[in-house]
């Protein structure tokens, strides 16, 4: 699986836009971008994925660069519960393709 | 949406016993799934992949025969932390991908945290 490079920490201030990046330069055809939440104790939550196209949600934006070296998580209006580490990963998808973890990033949404 | 529901969320034990928790998809049937294991301050590592009907498949470094995983039908997993240590204390966080979804999406159970005495 190809691997990403993301900020360790990042700060929101609470009803503004929250713009995660993610670097994956060695992406490959076949993979696609995942993103993924973890509130402090919990189990993961997912949050979007996409392959080449941006996608939108309710929770959340995902912006893919035209190379699919980079994306971009969005929170449109970032609220105190928003506060987490966000992981962004790659992988093939399939039924029985894992998901790698890598340190995430630390959002912290100010009030 | 897809659940998946893990027993018991917290636990405590004596050195020495062993541990067993247990993953269920509520909703779906999932031929695979995950077992991830996380430290303090720390990312989730993956421990290995459960499959249904046959043996398990361990990543690099994880003893098989510490964690003994067992997955009996299509919507349960078990994790079996055998002759348990403390530095085995730690959280334990099952997923499951639904086996006719489309998307791809990996359900987390909320977790399982092992304190061992």
């Known amino acids: 699986d190809a691997k990403t490079t993301q900020p360790t920490s990042m700060d929101c201030a609470e009803g503004r836009a929250a713009n995660l990046p993610c670097n994956h330069s060695t992406i490959s055809g076949n993979e696609y971008v995942y993103w993924y939440r973890q509130i402090h104790s919990q189990g993961p939550q997912y949050i979007i994925h996409g392959l080449k196209n941006n996608e939108t949600n309710e929770m959340a934006s995902l912006i893919i660069t035209e190379d699919r070296k980079s994306s971009t998580l969005i929170l449109p209006h970032a609220t105190l519960r928003d506060t987490a580490v966000y992981y962004c990963i790659v992988s093939p998808g399939g039924a029985t393709n894992k998901l790698i973890f890598g340190t995430g990033t630390l959002l912290a949404v100010q009030p | 949406g897809a659940v998946v529901s893990q027993h018991p969320s917290r636990v405590i034990c004596k050195s020495g016993t062993s541990v067993k928790i247990e993953c269920r998809s509520l909703?779906?049937?999932?031929?695979?799934m995950f077992w991830y294991r996380q430290f303090p301050k720390q990312s989730l590592m993956l421990m290995a992949t459960s499959n249904e009907g046959s043996k398990a498949t361990y990543e690099q470094g994880v003893e098989k025969d510490k964690f003994l995983i067992n997955h009996a039908s299509l919507t349960l997993s078990t994790l079996t932390v055998t002759s348990a240590h403390p530095e085995d204390s730690s959280f334990y966080i099952c997923?499951?991908?639904?086996?006719?979804?489309?998307?791809?999406?990996?359900?987390f159970g909320a977790g399982s945290r092992l304190t061992v005495l």
């Open positions: 909703d779906f049937q999932a031929t695979t």
């Open positions: 997923s499951a991908r639904e086996v006719t979804r489309t998307a791809r999406v990996l359900t």
